[in-house]
């Protein structure tokens, strides 16, 4: 887009042709580094504490339009994504060193900013992969084996997005609804979720797609209009992530 | 909160209905079938009957009167869709069944709760009551410190009135996911707190008297302050809250729950 960017690094110099790319292999060095520096400096832990770090959002914000407005994936991206992640690198670090203490009532207290911060850092970055504009095969419906199965468990994919649709409405709240693949039965589900809880708190299920239906997610363009926003964010869905991942699952 | 009934009837006369049967039964002579004269006389429609069991309140100022602390656009949809939204869907869901008639809004929202095993109709009924409440504990001009007895509760139970707001604010901004803050006196610790609750879920549920309550759901401020809760629970701390609302609330308080009652420890 915008040319290549070399970046300089102490052991070589790689050129990259995406500057998404390079401002992540950036992050990463940054953060290897800090663990390196961790581990020599005190041995104050065992292992280093993994932090995280905003993903990359692999399209531009106004990509989405008009399904989503850029305003509201920046203010996603940028404020609230990010919100999540701050503070759970925070919880995890005073959970450390609550468990390096042995303190096991802090250790109980932090569980639920751990759940919510951490569960938002895990949904919001499988729910960027889950869109894509339309030039890049947003709202393309699935092939192969999840077209299939999908015609299978829910009769044929107008009737699953109805379903996720009527589930999606009716979250009273916040939280999210998923479409998902059972690891076990190897079965599709449809799940919602309350807050920031991950599926898997709803057993051994493996997201494939998931629609934020907390307010900050629609509000600015949708108002109150929920059940408008589920319509047309079908219109940007990525089942090209969606297939992958379940192929992975069901081989 | 007003509970009425009124039937709309499409046809404003009702002489005319009457004069439709007093002539069906001149004509049943003449055999031409009643239902035939009915539909000649009314036309095709059937008569709708259209009840309305709760009825939407307005806030206690204009929309535009809180500017520029909540802008006008933000009440037109906070009250005009969701606040409505809540009664129109309460309505919907009594119109199915008498079982839930004649109670009072705050006697609905306590009876659908179930104790813990809600109704569907719970979520709609204390929405509608949450968001009365929540109108009401605003005013334009509102802020700084409440008076008198009010005043002097608070620094008994939370020291000093600037350690209140600050547990106020933290509770707003600990709130996960969506819900809402409150002040509340206990009745049975006799003792104002500060309590933070989701989704709908409002101190009324354990018997406790709400004095002043915050709107943490993002719909409550996203269009005006976006995700800085911060800043909002701020605005509503220092130039939104109803002081005065809370001590009218609190007086009313003091008729159920005995404040001068001494703690005598009980052997």
Redesign the interface.
């Given at each position: 887009h915008k040319g290549n960017i070399i970046c300089i690094t102490e052991k070589s110099t790689v050129t990259f042709t995406r500057k998404e790319d390079s401002k992540m292999a950036l992050r990463t060095l940054a953060t290897r580094k800090k663990l390196k520096e961790g581990l020599g400096l005190g041995f104050q832990s065992i292992r280093g504490l993994q932090t995280f770090s905003l993903p990359d959002l692999p399209y531009d914000y106004g990509a989405l339009e008009p399904a989503i407005s850029g305003e509201i994936m920046q203010?996603h991206h940028q404020?609230?994504h990010q919100?999540y992640i701050t503070n759970y690198n925070k919880a995890l670090e005073q959970l450390e060193a609550s468990m390096a203490k042995g303190d096991a009532p802090t250790v109980v207290k932090l569980q639920?900013a751990i759940t919510?911060n951490g569960g938002g850092h895990v949904n919001h970055s499988v729910f960027w992969k889950n869109l894509a504009p339309v030039r890049e095969g947003g709202g393309e419906p699935p092939k192969g084996s999840l077209g299939f199965a999908i015609d299978t468990n829910f009769g044929s994919l107008e009737a699953l997005i109805q379903k996720m649709n009527a589930e999606g409405a009716a979250v009273?709240?916040?939280g999210w609804v998923w479409l998902g693949v059972d690891k076990e039965l190897k079965k599709l589900v449809i799940e919602t979720t309350?807050?920031?809880d991950p599926l898997v708190t709803k057993g051994s299920l493996v997201p494939l797609l998931g629609i934020d239906v907390?307010?900050?997610a629609y509000?600015?363009q949708y108002?109150?209009v929920r059940p408008d926003y589920l319509k047309n964010i079908w219109k940007v869905m990525n089942w090209k992530y969606a297939s992958e991942v379940y192929e992975k699952e069901c081989p | 909160m007003g509970w009425s009934a009124s039937c709309i009837n499409p046809f404003p006369a009702s002489s005319h209905l009457l004069v439709a049967i007093n002539m069906s039964k001149h004509l049943k002579s003449s055999q031409i079938p009643l239902r035939k004269q009915k539909r000649a006389w009314l036309g095709n429609e059937k008569a709708r009957c259209v009840l309305a069991y709760y009825g939407l309140q307005k806030p206690p100022y204009e929309l535009d009167a809180l500017e520029p602390y909540m802008s006008r656009k933000t009440l037109e949809m906070h009250w005009g869709k969701h606040h409505r939204g809540y009664l129109e869907g309460l309505n919907k869901q009594l119109a199915k069944s008498d079982v839930l008639y004649g109670y009072t809004m705050e006697e609905l929202v306590k009876v659908t709760y179930n104790s813990g095993n809600p109704f569907p109709e719970f979520n709609n009924a204390a929405q509608v009551w949450n968001h009365d409440f929540f109108w009401e504990s605003m005013q334009p001009g509102g802020g700084n410190e409440p008076i008198l007895g009010l005043l002097q509760q608070i620094e008994m139970d939370f020291g000093s009135f600037t350690n209140f707001k600050e547990k106020f604010i933290e509770a707003a901004l600990s709130l996960l996911g969506s819900g809402w803050v409150w002040l509340v006196l206990k009745r049975n610790e006799k003792r104002l707190e500060v309590v933070k609750t989701s989704n709908a879920i409002s101190p009324l549920l354990w018997d406790d008297i709400p004095i002043i309550s915050l709107d943490m759901w993002e719909h409550a401020y996203y269009l005006d302050y976006k995700n800085e809760k911060g800043k909002y629970v701020d605005v509503f701390m220092n130039h939104l809250v109803s002081w005065n609302m809370a001590m009218l609330r609190m007086a009313r308080a003091q008729s159920f729950v005995n404040l001068a009652e001494p703690k005598i420890p009980v052997a």
């Open positions: 203010l404020k609230h919100t639920s919510f009273q709240g916040s309350a807050n920031q907390w307010e900050h509000y600015l108002k109150n | -």
